[in-house]
């Protein structure tokens, strides 16, 4: 390490700024792709508070090489056929034929969801429902990738569209107290498909992707099985919703219960009573971004967009909602990596960029100002692009931002 034995810590120091978010104060990118410690690790998204209570952030180990690098490496190691036997197993166990749905793919139409519901129906005859929260507004690209899911690649879906005035008020009370313009649609994107689990009695829900392949902690890729942490609640009075407790959101905004119960998980006791199983299909095939998205070209008619999405240089991930951009220019603002950043680690772990064609990308493309569907999506949801604005600077993290001449520029960058 290069930390010298004499430097006195940054945390005694009077003059360091001040650390948002239980952030870690030192900075620091990993050795093998572009993402630094600052980038947090999956939490429950109804245990979010604005302080970050409890979040944990992207783990380096003593050779600074982050968690997601370390799965990477390790997804090498994978005997992938013993791995697809399993899930060939688990699914003899499971499959039917007497008309009932065996197993649930939740999705709004991107490459992953295709690529898992298509193997499993296609490949491996089983007979899945697929389950959607829609995004908060969808793109062109993004509408017509959900519709050629359903018609091109051939499945039943069920929708499930929230209670619109109920959707913008807590997706701007989210952007105003966490700058978090995407938390309803993570919320109802996990929490939904158990739900509908239960109600169909459907035994097998598949994600695609493990949290890790992202930077989540790499413990949780020893299972093949979603934690249940993310998607199940025991008491109402644990939770949060766009930063506030339940009990104080209702009164401030005059709710009633019944207006949040679509973003909440289920009942814990009530999904172990029904021996319902939660997996990711990544655990038993070998996920790779790209190879989903050329597989969904093929079998379900996804298409890519013929332009670049703003703070980034790729066109196929994450395209459906207007509201992404937004996203991931708030991710920039409160931890310092954008879209670019996200981007370009994966595909250098995937070995389809170097490292330093990764960092030249980061410091072309990260925290480009969304200029797309800012203004529309602002408008639905009753925020000015300048409050939206304002709003962000709030959330800049001191030990990660400094303004010099009416501009921000960060204090560490990727090199
Ligand atoms: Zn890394």
């Known amino acids: 390490m290069l930390k010298s034995a004499t430097r006195k810590p940054a945390l005694e120091r009077s003059d360091a700024p001040e650390v948002k978010y239980g952030l870690p104060r030192e900075v ?21 508070r604005p302080d970050r209570q409890g979040a944990k952030y992207l783990h380096l180990d003593e050779e600074g090489v982050c968690d997601a690098c370390r799965y990477a490496q390790r997804k090498e190691t994978i005997d992938w056929t013993r791995r697809e036997q399993e899930l060939l197993a688990l699914l003899d166990r499971y499959r039917r034929s007497d008309g009932a749905y065996d197993c649930l793919v939740p999705g709004s139409g991107g490459k992953d969801s295709a690529y898992a519901a298509h193997l499993l129906k296609y490949t491996y005859g089983m007979h899945p429902l697929t389950v959607t929260w829609p995004p908060i507004l969808y793109t062109d690209y993004g509408w017509k990738n959900f519709q050629n899911w359903i018609e ?10 929230p ?22 649609f993570i919320l109802g994107q996990k929490n939904l498909a158990p739900k509908v689990a239960l109600r169909y009695q459907i035994p097998l829900v598949f994600f695609g992707e493990p949290e890790a392949e992202y930077g989540s902690p790499i413990a ?30 209702m009164e401030r905004h005059q709710l009633s219960l019944n207006d949040f119960m679509a973003y909440l998980p289920a009942d814990a006791e009530e999904l172990a009573r029904s021996n319902i199983e939660v997996h990711y299909m990544g655990y038993y095939i070998k996920w790779t971004p790209q190879e989903a998205y050329y597989y969904a070209v093929e079998h379900t008619g996804f298409q890519a967009r013929p332009f670049r999405t703003e703070g980034t240089y790729s066109k196929y991930n994450s395209i459906d909602d207007k509201i992404d951009d937004l996203h991931y220019y708030t991710t920039h603002i409160k931890f310092g990596l954008g879209r670019a950043s996200y981007d370009a680690s994966q595909e250098i772990r995937n070995k389809h960029l170097t490292r330093e064609e990764g960092i030249a990308l980061v410091r072309r493309f990260d925290g480009e100002q969304p200029g797309r569907y800012v203004r529309e999506v602002l408008e639905a949801l009753g925020l000015t692009v300048e409050r939206f604005m304002e709003l962000c600077d709030e959330f800049r993290s001191p030990h990660l931002w400094t303004r010099e001449g009416g501009r921000w520029s960060l204090r560490h960058e990727v090199a």
Do not use: W
């Open 28 to 48: 620091i990118f990993c050795r093998g792709c572009v993402m630094s410690n600052q980038r947090p690790s999956s939490i429950p998204e109804f245990r979010h």
């Open 220 to 249: 949780e890729t020893a299972s093949s099985l979603r934690d249940t942490s993310y998607y199940t609640m025991r008491h109402l009075d644990e939770l949060y919703l766009a930063g506030l407790p339940l009990p104080e959101l």
């Open 152 to 161: 091109v690649g051939g499945f039943d879906n069920v929708t499930f569209k």
């Open 163 to 184: 209670n619109g005035r109920v959707h913008r008020l807590l997706t701007r009370l989210a952007i105003e107290h966490l700058l978090h313009p995407f938390q309803t």
